[in-house]
């Protein structure tokens, strides 16, 4: 990052080519649109890569300071991403309004759903153990759903637990249990 702008993470594209493609296809994405970064390397000799797929997603933006492109804030990983009634929706979204709202713990697990023809969602989350009242779990139910709701644009379903209510795993945490019937 330049220390005259702060404005992103320059690529020094004189070691490294990079492209945004497209998740799904592996299509390269107009410039300045999102997609998935991959990484050719130029320089490396010990460990060549030919289109390294990183799975974040962002897009590259036009040199400031420096005349390599930037790279956008990451916007989520392509191997997370939900699509839910035709939203893109990602757990760090729903993470980052979680640690935002007062009385819930930060565990939670994201329990897709289909009720009738509608996909749903669910957040199962726990309460922080000075906030167990069912008055206190209501209002924080309340404000989490109403902030993914202004944020990512989707109506979801909240479970407040008691503290230690969400299952915990070894390892990598599994944040999405997808329940809908397989077509």
Not at 5 to 11: E, R, S
Not at 124 to 132: F, I, K, Q
Not at 138 to 164: C, Q, Y
């Amino acid at each position: 990052e330049c220390v005259e702008t702060k404005d992103g993470l320059h690529i020094w594209e004189d070691h490294f080519y990079p492209e945004i493609i497209d998740p799904e296809t592996g299509d390269p994405v107009p410039d300045g649109e999102i997609g998935e970064l991959v990484f050719t390397t130029l320089t490396k000799e010990g460990l060549p890569m030919i289109r390294y797929r990183t799975r974040d997603l962002t897009r590259l933006l036009p040199g400031t300071a420096r005349s390599m492109r930037r790279m956008e804030k990451i916007t989520g990983r392509s191997d997370d991403m939900i699509i839910l009634r035709g939203v893109n929706v990602f757990p760090t979204q729903v993470e980052e309004q979680l640690l935002a709202t007062d009385g819930l713990a930060p565990h939670f697990q994201i329990e897709l759903h289909r009720s009738g023809r509608m996909d749903g969602m669910r957040v199962h989350c726990e309460c922080l153990p000075d906030a167990t009242s069912d008055d206190a779990r209501s209002a924080a139910a309340k404000a989490l759903g109403k902030r993914i709701k202004d944020v990512v644009g989707i109506s979801v379903e909240i479970t407040v637990a008691d503290p230690g209510g969400v299952a915990r795993s070894e390892g990598k945490a599994v944040r999405v249990l997808d329940n809908r019937p397989k077509e």
